[in-house]
């Protein structure tokens, strides 16, 4: 069975600019959350997506953004990027239907910010 | 609210020492605890989990942790650490309330071994 993907794997991007994350669920999957990594503030939880829904936000602002496909596809939009965006974005997939549900995760986006 | 405290943010052991990578956890409701362990430039990868099944949870890669209520702890260990076990390595918590899939983190804790 394929793991999640994640692409573009590296990405490197300027002030102001927007930018487009992509994620792949393993198959039958329907959640997608997405984190953010940073040295320091390490792992923070961005939101999840279940069919197609956002159903969990976490405290960012509002230029971080996301959207479910109907194939449980996932992406995640960052506009007017900001020096701090710089991190390892990973989306990890679930069946989603009770919180104990394991969680796996994708290699991770990471983006730089100059 | 939940949230997780690692203790300890390096641990280094000898190859074949007691690995000990502490967790404790802060929820009011019933949690669901988890470990996964991060190589360089890779994602995180699940060691174990909890669910309320059996206290002692085994893992992949020899490890296993007992959940111990009355301590709120989860504390993550193997008996005899390799070489490839340095990474870093994180606990998480989450419970099963409607269904939320968030995942709460702890800082981590670099696991270091040494011949």
């Known amino acids: 069975k394929a793991g999640v993907t994640q692409t573009p794997r590296y990405l490197i991007k300027t002030r102001g600019q927007q930018v487009t994350l992509s994620c792949s669920p393993i198959?039958?999957?329907?959640?997608v959350s997405w984190y953010q990594q940073t040295p320091g503030q390490g792992l923070q939880f961005l939101f999840e997506?279940?069919?197609?829904?956002?159903?969990n936000k976490g405290n960012f602002p509002g230029r971080f953004s996301g959207r479910q496909f109907s194939n449980s596809r996932s992406e995640m939009n960052v506009s007017t990027l900001e020096l701090g965006d710089s991190a390892l974005y990973l989306c990890?997939?679930?069946?989603?239907?009770?919180?104990?549900?394991?969680?796996?995760f994708g290699p991770g986006t990471r983006l730089t910010v100059l | 609210a939940q949230s997780v405290t690692q203790l300890g943010s390096h641990v280094s052991v000898s190859e074949g020492a007691l690995v000990l990578l502490r967790c404790n956890y802060s929820s009011s409701v019933p949690p669901y605890l988890f470990w996964y362990v991060q190589y360089p430039n890779q994602g995180l990868q699940l060691l174990l989990k909890y669910t309320s099944a059996a206290t002692l949870v085994k893992g992949i890669n020899g490890f296993e942790a007992e959940f111990k209520k009355s301590e709120t702890s989860f504390h993550l260990t193997k008996p005899s650490a390799h070489m490839s076990d340095a990474a870093e390595y994180f606990c998480a918590v989450t419970s099963d309330t409607g269904g939320e899939n968030k995942l709460t983190f702890g800082t981590g804790t670099q696991l270091k071994v040494e011949l």
């Open positions: 990890a997939s679930s069946f989603g239907d009770r919180g104990g549900n394991e969680q796996f």
């Open positions: 198959s039958g999957h329907r959640s």
């Open positions: 997506y279940f069919s197609e829904t956002q159903r």
